[in-house]
């Protein structure tokens, strides 16, 4: 005889195998909102789609409260087509290492369908709530970076996609610029006339050292790609680099965009690509009772920072209290990614009593 656990555990695991096997790359997004549609509206009536693809929902309280988002993604980052999940006999789900196993952000979402089925089937009371999947978020967050304002009502909200393990909760996120720099020399025949050539690689490095990539006060800076020059026997005259600055702190990125700026003058163009502000939740008492939720479940909590950026980021500046969840996924972004039953279980009791939590403000 299986325990209520073990049935519960099957399902969540037969739910999540399900969504990873349907291909969601950024950008390709829409057989993941047609499914969802089918799973989330005997849940949560009709779901909305805005322009970027972003998917909501929404259900009435069926008490008075502010209104709460739970959010997560339904892009995965590549490789990530055709993935084949297993539960191996670890008790751990891994894809068959051709691909990344889609955990994030496919267990944000099964623990927030389980949680919605427990809210039904319980009929248990709760304010009114929003439920949010994204697209894009792998690509630069780019579809909650198109949530238009006033589209979601929220006032509160947690997204259940961080790193770690639950009962951690992030408090903040770190924004970013990307940037391209073309540099332009001049060419020239490199065995005739190399004096007549202006070596754009030279022009390069000397921007490089002059802005070095690394750890700054408050901030990282890197060049992630450079490309250039055509043969071995031409003085090459352009190189593009690219790359970003992050910091938790919006103005350390405009202080180190204008010293990128000033340092590659008269050596490159910049154009400035992708990148997100920053957000810091400073509402202790969010914070707090997002914390006695997991006290409440007899989990230990941990408010940390997140050292990169997720949906929240943008969530934040359209004026919602929100906070990153860990999910307890691993090594995500690879083949070896893998996650356990058991922490979308234990997410879904998390995101139902967070749903049935009474909020005061
Ligand atoms: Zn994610």
């Given at each position: 005889?299986?325990?209520p656990?073990?049935?519960?555990?099957?399902?969540i695991?037969?739910?999540?195998?399900?969504?990873v096997?349907?291909?969601?790359?950024?950008?390709?997004?829409?057989?993941?909102?047609?499914?969802?549609?089918?799973?989330?509206?005997?849940?949560?009536?009709?779901?909305?789609?805005?322009?970027?693809?972003?998917?909501k929902f929404?259900?009435?309280?069926?008490?008075?409260?502010?209104?709460?988002?739970?959010?997560?993604?339904?892009?995965?980052?590549?490789?990530?087509?055709?993935i084949?999940?297993?539960?191996?006999?670890d008790?751990?789900?891994?894809?068959?290492?051709?691909?990344?196993?889609?955990?994030?952000?496919?267990?944000?979402?099964?623990?927030?369908i389980?949680?919605?089925?427990?809210?039904?089937?319980?009929?248990?009371?709760?304010?009114?709530?929003?439920?949010?999947?994204?697209?894009?978020?792998?690509?630069?967050?780019?579809?909650?970076?198109?949530?238009?304002?006033g589209w979601?009502?929220?006032?509160?909200?947690?997204?259940?996609?961080?790193?770690?393990?639950?009962?951690?909760?992030?408090?903040?996120?770190?924004g970013?610029?990307?940037?391209?720099?073309?540099?332009?020399?001049?060419?020239?025949?490199?065995?005739?006339?190399?004096?007549?050539?202006?070596n754009?690689?030279?022009?390069?490095?000397?921007?490089?050292?002059?802005?070095?990539?690394?750890?700054?006060?408050?901030?990282?800076?890197?060049?992630?790609?450079?490309?250039?020059?055509?043969?071995?026997?031409?003085?090459?005259?352009k190189?593009?680099l690219?790359?970003?600055?992050?910091?938790?702190?919006?103005?350390?990125?405009?202080?180190?965009?204008?010293?990128?700026?000033q340092?590659?003058?008269?050596?490159?163009?910049?154009?400035?690509?992708?990148?997100?502000?920053?957000?810091?939740?400073?509402?202790?008492?969010?914070?707090?009772?997002?914390q006695?939720?997991?006290?409440?479940?007899?989990?230990?909590?941990?408010?940390?920072?997140?050292?990169?950026?997720?949906?929240?980021?943008?969530?934040?500046?359209?004026?919602?209290?929100?906070?990153?969840?860990?999910?307890?996924?691993?090594?995500?972004?690879?083949?070896?990614?893998?996650?356990?039953?058991?922490?979308?279980?234990?997410?879904?009791?998390?995101?139902?009593?967070?749903?049935?939590?009474e909020?005061k403000?």
């Open positions: 005889m299986e325990t656990d073990q049935v519960k555990l099957k399902e695991t037969d739910c999540f195998c399900s969504l096997r349907i291909d969601s790359p950024s950008g390709s997004e829409e057989a993941m909102r047609i499914r969802l549609c089918e799973l989330l509206e005997p849940l949560a009536g009709k779901g909305e789609t805005d322009e970027a693809g972003n998917l929404k259900l009435p309280g069926t008490r008075s409260g502010p209104i709460c988002l739970f959010s997560s993604h339904m892009d995965t980052v590549e490789p990530g087509r055709g084949t999940p297993r539960l191996d006999s008790g751990q789900i891994r894809s068959d290492g051709s691909t990344v196993l889609g955990a994030d952000d496919k267990d944000g979402i099964t623990a927030l389980f949680a919605l089925r427990r809210l039904q089937e319980e009929k248990a009371p709760h304010g009114p709530l929003e439920i949010l999947f994204t697209a894009g978020e792998e690509n630069s967050l780019s579809g909650s970076a198109r949530l238009v304002p979601l009502k929220a006032q509160f909200g947690w997204v259940f996609d961080g790193p770690g393990m639950p009962g951690t909760v992030y408090r903040n996120g770190v970013k610029i990307g940037f391209t720099i073309t540099v332009t020399g001049k060419a020239a025949h490199a065995g005739l006339a190399p004096e007549k050539g202006i754009a690689m030279m022009l390069a490095a000397e921007g490089l050292r002059g802005f070095p990539p690394g750890r700054r006060e408050n901030a990282t800076v890197n060049y992630g790609s450079i490309s250039g020059g055509q043969a071995d026997n031409i003085v090459p005259e190189v593009v690219t790359g970003e600055i992050r910091s938790r702190c919006t103005s350390r990125i405009e202080e180190l965009r204008s010293e990128l700026e340092v590659w003058k008269g050596t490159g163009s910049i154009c400035y690509g992708k990148g997100y502000p920053a957000y810091e939740q400073t509402d202790e008492h969010f914070l707090r009772q997002t006695a939720v997991f006290t409440a479940a007899g989990m230990p909590s941990e408010i940390k920072d997140f050292s990169a950026g997720c949906d929240a980021n943008h969530l934040a500046h359209l004026g919602i209290k929100v906070c990153l969840l860990a999910m307890g996924r691993s090594d995500n972004h690879t083949r070896a990614e893998s996650t356990r039953p058991e922490y979308m279980l234990t997410m879904s009791d998390i995101a139902f009593r967070l749903m049935t939590s909020w403000y």
